[in-house]
């Protein structure tokens, strides 16, 4: 007796265990009436199914989504980098775009014989005077020397006043030094144009007493001046101040080109 009672947990268990068994035995045949004992078993039981089947849906579903959020994760890491990619493409089409715009303007330009032109890029521009001095990767190697204009298709730019072997340095038209000839289109008169050190502004100063000037007149450049050759654009009178007594006239010219985004230029030697 004390045996038993000291090895009853074991007993029980073993016991459970035939009892389960032989249940499993008894309802695996498929038998189409069950006894009261296996319904009652089964009605219990059947909560702890739901619970098992439950959570085996949450884990599956959870299980999906992490796998889910891990696919779209690497595809979102490929498409951001096409999105990148087509943004490099579009803005070189952006650039050849305006290459193409540059070259077709370059060809609709006329040059004389008497100065054919040196096509160059600005690759760099003055440290101190950033908006009236450009570098050109053109030199004394392709002919160029100071005092030759600097030109694009919409008119002047400058001149070149340093030179080395490879480069040129070009002042600006609107550097403060720089001053030239020309003629307003509309009289005929001489003028004379002085950069302001303005990034968008040239300063008109007559060579005669009477002249007549008017805000939109198209002002070129002189051969008198010897520098620039005849009629190239410089650019439109903005503003005209004939001063306090209607004697001393000045006005304001706005360049054709636009000097802050100048890309390629001809040199005309």
């Given amino acids: 007796m004390r045996w038993i009672m000291g090895r009853w947990p074991t007993l029980v268990t073993i016991l459970a265990a035939f009892v389960l068994i032989g249940l499993i035995y008894l309802t695996a045949d498929g038998r189409p009436q069950l006894s009261p004992w296996e319904r009652k078993i089964k009605d219990s039981i059947a909560p702890v199914y739901r619970v098992f089947s439950g959570l085996t849906d949450f884990t599956n579903h959870w299980v999906g989504v992490i796998r889910n959020y891990s696919r779209l994760q690497k595809e979102n890491e490929v498409l951001l980098q096409e999105i990148e990619w087509m943004k490099r493409r579009l803005d070189r089409v952006d650039q050849l775009e305006q290459e193409n715009a540059d070259l077709r303007a370059?060809?609709?330009?006329?040059?004389?014989?008497?100065?054919?032109?040196?096509?160059?890029?600005?690759?760099?521009?003055?440290?101190?005077?950033?908006?009236?001095?450009?570098?050109?990767?053109?030199?004394?190697?392709?002919?160029?020397?100071?005092?030759?204009?600097?030109?694009?298709?919409?008119?002047?730019?400058?001149?070149?006043?340093?030179?080395s072997n490879t480069t040129a340095e070009v002042m600006l038209i609107n550097d403060d030094r720089s001053a030239f000839g020309a003629t307003v289109v509309r009289t005929g008169d001489p003028v004379v144009i002085e950069g302001s050190g303005s990034l968008s502004e040239l300063r008109l100063k007559p060579l005669v007493k009477e002249i007549d000037v008017q805000t939109g007149d198209q002002i070129v450049t002189s051969a008198m001046s010897g520098i620039y050759p005849q009629g190239l654009p410089v650019g439109v009178v903005t503003a005209v101040d004939k001063g306090q007594y209607g004697i001393s006239i000045s006005a304001i010219v706005v360049p054709h080109v636009d000097l802050a985004r100048i890309g390629q230029v001809f040199v005309l030697k």
Avoid at 134 to 150: P, Q, S, T, Y
């Fill in 106 to 163: 370059a060809l609709g330009f006329h040059f004389t014989r008497d100065h054919q032109p040196v096509a160059a890029e600005i690759v760099a521009r003055s440290p101190s005077n950033w908006f009236d001095k450009v570098v050109i990767n053109r030199g004394e190697g392709d002919g160029l020397k100071a005092g030759d204009a600097v030109v694009t298709p919409a008119g002047v730019v400058g001149r070149i006043y340093a030179t």
